[in-house]
């Protein structure tokens, strides 16, 4: 993920097609686990790590509390990863909701 810039694709919280809310946003993702949301003039940062939960790879992502970055904030299991593309998948413990988030290269 270090290499380039990416874009969310394709975010579903719950149900609810959110992926326009992250619209104009490039996503460069640092070897030292920080990453920037870059917006013309606006930088929006963050961390992410990655890891395993119960033999499943996962990228952990937290952004603070700023809207509508703070909905990333999660450890989202890596259902699909390639070169170009990642497609990541939290499922809530709260009220059992499944989120769906897709990282494409630009």
Sequence with gaps: ???????ITYFNDS?????SHFTGY???FNSNNSVVAV?????????WSTGNDNS??????????????????EDWHVTMQNS???????VSGGNGGTDLLYFEKI
Aim: glycine share 10%; hydrophobic share 30%; aromatic share 8%.
């Design 1 to 7: 993920m270090v290499s380039g810039s990416w874009r």
């Design 15 to 19: 149900g609810n097609d959110e992926t």
């Design 26 to 28: 490039s996503f460069q």
């Design 39 to 47: 917006n013309g003039s606006s930088n929006i940062n963050g961390t």
């Design 56 to 73: 499943t790879s996962k990228l952990v992502l937290s952004f603070g509390n700023t809207p509508p970055f703070d909905d990333l904030n």
């Design 84 to 90: 170009t593309l990642i497609k990541l998948q939290h």
